[in-house]
T-cell receptor, first 118, second 111 residues
Framework: GAVVSQHPSWVICKSGTSVKIECRSL??????MFWYRQFPKQSLMLMAT?????????EQGVEKDKFLINHASLTLSTLTVTSAHPEDSSFYIC??????????????FGPGTRLTVL | QKEVEQNSGPLSVPEGAIASLNCTYS??????FFWYRQYSGKSPELIMF????GDKEDGRFTAQLNKASQYVSLLIRDSQPSDSATYLC???????????FGTGTRLKVLA
């Protein structure tokens, strides 16, 4: 159990285009999902917290108009990188937190999406 | 600012030995602690979580929590080369509903 999927697993796009990444919790409901970014040999960096049915909460320094997050259901959150540029190339990882009503607040990670912007 | 600290390593241990990974945290009120393993180029994978003081064992892994001293550790018995990875310690911050990660300890198990 507790499987999180992400799609696509990798994407290459041209500068200026937008890319949408999907994150799904496959066998549990996730009221909260998180989006992280990780550059090579660096730590995970939290970008935003996504709550079902409400606006995402962005971390300081993360542009909300550039990284659009939608959490439309209890099993799906999407991250859209708008007008992507080469500096947005990174490993994007989502995680989903099991509903705390199930007496755990563990988060499970998706497999990640490697974005390369040319 | 709440912090989680880990030695970046690398920690090198011979195959079959016990690897000991340590983590300290700053928020005395923290209640939930997690260990993740991350292979190069992959996303983190949950190994264990621990909420209560003491030891929690799962196969070759043992998590140890000492809230009075504000540290949590992970022991890996009979270390294998396949255990070579970066191990991330995370603490759940119930005030902000976020997880605070350490920078990770790189473990190398030498065959």
């Amino acid at each position: 159990g507790a499987v999180v999927s992400q799609h696509p697993s990798w994407v290459i796009c041209k500068s200026g285009t937008s890319v949408k990444i999907e994150c799904r919790s496959l066998d549990f409901q996730a009221t909260t999902m998180f989006w992280y970014r990780q550059f090579p040999k660096q730590s995970l960096m939290l970008m935003a917290t996504s709550n079902e049915g409400s606006k995402a909460t962005y971390e300081q320094g993360v542009e909300k108009d550039k990284f659009l997050i939608n959490h439309a259901s209890l099993t799906l959150s999407t991250l859209t990188v708008t007008s992507a540029h080469p500096e947005d190339s990174s490993f994007y990882i989502c995680s989903a937190r099991i509903d705390p009503n199930f007496s755990t607040d563990t988060q499970y990670f998706g497999p990640g999406t490697r974005l390369t912007v040319l | 600012q709440k912090e989680v600290e880990q030695n970046s390593g690398p920690l090198s241990v011979p195959e079959g030995a016990i690897a000991s990974l340590n983590c300290t945290y700053s928020d005395r009120g923290s209640q939930s602690f997690f260990w993740y393993r991350q292979y190069s180029g992959k996303s983190p994978e949950l190994i264990m979580f621990i909420y209560s003081n003491g030891d929690k064992e799962d196969g070759r892994f043992t998590a140890q929590l000492n809230k009075a001293s504000q540290y949590v550790s992970l022991l890996i018995r009979d270390s294998q080369p396949s255990d070579s990875a970066t191990y991330l310690c995370a603490v759940y911050d119930s005030g902000t509903y976020k997880y605070i990660f350490g920078t990770g300890t790189r473990l190398k198990v030498l065959a």
